[in-house]
């Protein structure tokens, strides 16, 4: 019995370290990550998994600190830069050193000819390899004038295009990537990054302090589509990712909250992004964001999560697979069916087959898969069913796809009763003839008259209709209210409410294709407190720098002048909102500048508010009006402190009654 029991304790022991000695060497999850994808109103919402972690693309080479690959006719190409050689690996991990003795080779790339290109970065050069490893040409730095005299050139990553063009990323290289053609020859600076200008030196610029030049920052990757569009990363603060046409014209940008390192397309042109922080972006043709996973490994040697993530590649099985310099290793994350059926309904749609099948069934397993809902939306578009394409463009928040199927509807609808509206103007033209004519002959508008004539003996009408005198005679109405006293708190406060309503009317109510406002968490309370906030803040900081500069209106004035000045504000704005309703974004001019013309009405009424109520001259005017935005920013500052300090002293208070409760 004992020697039973002596057995079974072995056997659990072993047991036990064996497990413990698999978990120190590897922690296999089955997805150790959470995937995202866009939901309604554009945000990041969770879904299926889409690339699930499949192993270790392992080799009979060991790897150091390898910087590049590049997958051509599922042959894996590996740039290993700690060990200065380029390595061919099959899908079986079979790998011969195909190039030696290199210095630092960070870039490799195979082009349709199976020639290999190798940008080296210590020695400062790309060299052309054939399939076998054979050396066909050496392209070192450009001689040609155009390149300039100190411009870099130290290559870290190469590509090809049609044509046998060379596009190379440099270190320090400002102008964008260095294009040569087949021969090595200089041909142009492609796709340089925008210079970012921070605000304090723009404020320098304007008072001419002179800083260190600005100087755009060069690409960090680069890779090519089946088409010859041009896609680059850079460590920009903004539109990170960039798809170029031949023409170095940026047709797609994308900007994401982390630091991109590599991009790459696949067969159907659907585009993925590596960042340093381990996470992989795959984007369709257009820019539209499909899935977003991975992470960084914290030291638990977790399978699908990386340590120093610098590259990736997609096969024919469109697996992924990503070069790790932390472990100098690659892993592989196999694509699941979700994505798969996903990708099928992609790859259809670019072959003019438009299944709203397909993307059904993706809809039950996601409800809130943008994605889907947008390609239910153009299949539906393509069969002319507009009314139906609208409402899945609305549910995926696609405001480009949501104004082209309202052209189409609007169209139709022009087709069919352009005729009948045109008859319906003329007709209303025609009747105000004839009631002018017969108000003329028969007074028939003496009833209204009358009342008008009641409704100005109450003040607050008449205050109100000196309102609309501010459009033609606006510095005449200023004086009206302060010399003569013809305005009041009444119609103050009655035109400040009609400014809220109308901005709660603007948000609900403004066409999608213009507003991106989300309406269902839409709290007016908060919004009617932040205007209103705003307007007395104004009010009261400019009748406290006049009150300190010699101006000459009392705060009545300002108060009353103020809200008369909004008048255009309050006038245009429901006419602006009701006409985004029949309008796409062919005519965002249109919209945009009555907007403009609206708030820059009302500006300029302020302007000459401040100017005639407290008798300033134009000088006088400018210098108030800045130190009236300096006391705004300044009040507010003062009351967001006042309180985060009142909140800690209500918890303070709170803590110290529950400690007294629970003694």
């Known amino acids: 019995m004992m020697k039973k029991l002596w057995i079974v304790s072995l056997l659990f022991m072993s047991i036990f370290v064996c497990s413990s000695i698999d978990a120190q060497a590897v922690t296999i999850q089955s997805v150790p990550y959470e995937t995202y994808t866009i939901g309604p109103k554009g945000r990041y919402v969770l879904t299926q998994t889409a690339y699930e972690p499949a192993g270790y693309f392992n080799t009979n080479y060991t790897l150091n600190s390898p910087e590049d690959m590049y997958i051509k006719d599922d042959f894996v190409y590996i740039a290993d830069t700690g060990n200065k050689r380029i390595l061919k690996v099959d899908m079986n991990g079979t790998a011969v050193e195909i190039v030696t003795n290199l210095n630092s080779p960070t870039g490799i790339h195979v082009d349709?000819?199976?020639?290999?290109?190798?940008?080296?970065k210590g020695n400062q050069a790309i060299y052309k390899y054939d399939e076998?490893?054979?050396l066909l040409n050496t392209f070192t730095r450009p001689t040609e004038p155009i390149f300039g005299i100190d411009s870099p050139f130290v290559p870290s990553k190469v590509a090809t295009g049609p044509r046998g063009v060379i596009y190379v990323v440099g270190e320090g290289s400002t102008g964008g990537l260095i294009q040569l053609n087949y021969a090595g020859e200089f041909l142009s600076f492609f796709g340089t990054n925008e210079t970012q200008t921070s605000w304090y030196k723009k404020i320098a610029d304007a008072f001419?302090?002179?800083?260190?030049?600005?100087?755009?920052?060069?690409?960090?990757?680069?890779?090519?589509?089946?088409?010859?569009?041009?896609?680059?990363?850079?460590?920009t603060t903004s539109r990170q990712l960039k798809k170029f046409n031949i023409s170095s014209t940026v047709i797609l940008d994308e900007t994401t909250p982390d630091t991109l390192t590599s991009v790459v397309t696949n067969d159907f042109e659907n585009i993925f992004t590596l960042s340093s922080e381990g996470m992989i972006r795959e984007y369709d043709s257009y820019g539209n964001l499909i899935f977003a996973f991975g992470g960084i490994?914290?030291?638990?040697?977790?399978?699908?999560?990386?340590?120093?993530?610098?590259?990736?590649?997609?096969?024919?099985?469109?697996?992924?697979?990503?070069?790790?310099?932390?472990?100098?290793?690659?892993?592989?994350?196999?694509?699941?069916?979700?994505?798969?059926?996903?990708?099928q309904g992609l790859i259809?749609?670019?072959?003019?087959?438009?299944?709203?099948?397909?993307?059904?069934?993706?809809?039950?397993?996601?409800?809130?898969?943008?994605?889907?809902?947008?390609?239910?939306?153009?299949?539906?578009?393509?069969?002319?069913?507009?009314?139906?394409?609208?409402?899945?463009?609305?549910?995926?928040?696609d405001q480009g796809g949501y104004s082209e199927a309202f052209w189409q509807i609007r169209y139709d609808w022009l087709q069919n009763y352009l005729g009948i509206a045109l008859i319906a103007l003329l007709s209303a033209l025609v009747l105000k003839k004839g009631l002018k004519i017969a108000d003329h002959n028969y007074k028939i508008y003496e009833p209204f008259r009358k009342v008008e004539t009641n409704l100005s003996k109450a003040k607050i009408y008449r205050e109100l209709k000196l309102s609309l005198s501010i459009f033609r005679h606006p510095?005449?109405?200023?004086?009206?209210?302060?010399?003569?006293?013809k305005a009041s708190y009444a119609s103050a406060n009655m035109i400040y409410l009609c400014v809220v309503i109308v901005s709660i009317f603007a948000v609900y109510l403004t066409s999608f294709v213009f507003s991106a406002n989300d309406v269902t968490?839409?709290?007016?309370?908060?919004?009617?407190?932040?205007?209103?906030?705003?307007?007395?803040?104004?009010?009261?900081?400019?009748?406290?720098?006049?009150?300190?500069n010699n101006g000459e209106g009392w705060f009545k004035d300002v108060y009353i002048s103020t809200a008369y000045a909004l008048m255009p504000y309050v006038l245009f704005t429901i006419p602006i909102v009701l006409l985004s309703?029949?309008?796409?974004?062919?005519?965002?001019?249109?919209y945009q500048a009555s907007l403009f013309i609206r708030n820059g009405w009302s500006i300029i009424l302020i302007l000459i508010m401040i100017k005639e109520i407290h008798g300033y001259s134009v000088s006088e005017l400018i210098k108030n009006l800045f130190l009236t935005i300096f006391t705004m920013v300044m009040i507010s500052l003062m009351l967001f402190l006042i309180y985060v300090l009142f909140n800690q002293m209500v918890d303070y208070i709170v803590g110290i009654i529950r400690e007294v409760l629970l003694r």
């Open 132 to 134: 076998t490893g054979l």
């Open 208 to 235: 001419g302090v002179e800083f260190a030049k600005n100087v755009p920052i060069s690409p960090t990757n680069v890779t090519l589509d089946n088409s010859g569009s041009v896609f680059t990363v850079s460590n």
């Open 475 to 485: 510095i005449d109405t200023f004086y009206e209210i302060k010399h003569r006293h």
């Open 112 to 120: 349709d000819d199976h020639n290999i290109y190798v940008a080296d």
């Open 581 to 590: 309703n029949v309008m796409t974004q062919n005519e965002v001019f249109i």
């Open 297 to 343: 490994d914290k030291g638990g040697r977790v399978l699908g999560l990386f340590v120093n993530p610098v590259d990736l590649a997609v096969d024919s099985n469109n697996h992924i697979y990503v070069l790790d310099k932390g472990t100098n290793q690659i892993q592989i994350l196999e694509r699941s069916e979700f994505a798969a059926i996903i990708h």
């Open 348 to 397: 259809d749609f670019k072959n003019g087959i438009y299944s709203i099948d397909q993307w059904e069934e993706v809809l039950r397993m996601n409800s809130v898969f943008a994605l889907a809902n947008s390609s239910i939306a153009r299949a539906l578009y393509r069969e002319m069913d507009y009314r139906g394409a609208l409402a899945y463009y609305l549910i995926a928040y």
């Open 521 to 548: 968490g839409f709290n007016f309370l908060r919004y009617t407190a932040l205007i209103l906030g705003f307007l007395i803040l104004f009010v009261f900081s400019n009748y406290l720098i006049s009150t300190l």
